[in-house]
T-cell receptor, first 111, second 116 residues
Framework: QQPVQSPQAVILREGEDAVINCSSS?????VHWYRQKHGEAPVFLMI?????EQKGHEKISASFNEKKQQSSLYLTASQLSYSGTYFC????????????FGTGTRLKVLA | ETGVTQTPRHLVMGMTNKKSLKCEQH?????MYWYKQSAKKPLELMFV???????ENNSVPSRFSPECPNSSHLFLHLHTLQPEDSALYLC???????????????FGEGSRLTVL
């Protein structure tokens, strides 16, 4: 079962903020966030682990609510380079390496 | 440059052809993955290998046959494919950390496959 992301698409002006949500019907052991620009490979942004440990990007933050099986990615003061499709990836079972990706959120930042 | 190299970058094949996609990682990782990305669809997990052993086959049709001879190389052998198999095939690797610790995926640029 793929995690569901919302919104599906968002358009921002430079400097505006955005929140992207990822919701799973299964228990989450870790949540990854990636950004994929058109024609390029997905690039890692952030990982959130059970227990609250967080590793990632200095200008992007995220939260992980284990009880609600949800994660949110916070993009503040967006830049043109933030444009792309954002995916959350969730590990289906502790230590399985079975990373299932969400439905994706297309984000476009305008000057 | 992510340290994961995929070849070929583009492949066109007929439904009766046999071809292979190759992935090589130079990161010293132990886990390798194949993902399929169709137009306007999310990434779809196909196979996972950990220390050369297949640990996940996500209900992939047998016309896709993976091979992992060592922790640095991963192949996807293709035969008698269908036009709906046309997609971007992404290879990824990760450190393969202990349970619950996660480990970010490093993706290759992908192999764009077109089945005629």
């Amino acid at each position: 079962q793929q995690p569901v992301q919302s919104p599906q698409a968002v358009i921002l002006r430079e400097g505006e903020d955005a929140v992207i949500n990822c919701s799973s019907s299964k228990a989450l052991y870790s949540v990854h966030w990636y950004r994929q620009k058109h024609g390029e490979a997905p690039v890692f942004l952030m990982i959130l682990l059970k227990g609250g440990e967080q590793k990632g990007h200095e200008k992007i933050s995220a939260s992980f609510n284990e009880k609600k099986q949800q994660s949110s990615l916070y993009l503040t003061a967006s830049q043109l380079s933030y444009s792309g499709t954002y995916f959350c990836g969730t590990e289906q079972g502790s230590g399985t390496y079975k990373y299932i990706f969400g439905t994706g959120t297309r984000l476009k930042v305008l000057a | 440059e992510t340290g994961v190299t995929q070849t070929p970058r583009h492949l066109v094949m007929g439904m009766t052809n046999k071809k292979s996609l190759k992935c090589e990682q130079h990161l010293g990782h132990n886990a390798m993955y194949w993902y399929k990305q169709s137009a306007k669809k999310p990434l779809e997990l196909m196979f996972v290998y950990n220390f050369k052993e297949q640990t996940e086959n996500n209900s992939v049709p047998s016309r896709f046959s993976p091979e992992c001879p060592n922790s640095s190389h991963l192949f996807l052998h293709l035969h008698t494919l269908q036009p709906e198999d046309s997609a971007l095939y992404l290879c990824a690797s990760s450190r393969g950390l202990a349970a619950g610790a996660g480990g970010e995926l490093f993706f290759g640029e992908g192999s764009r496959l077109t089945v005629l």
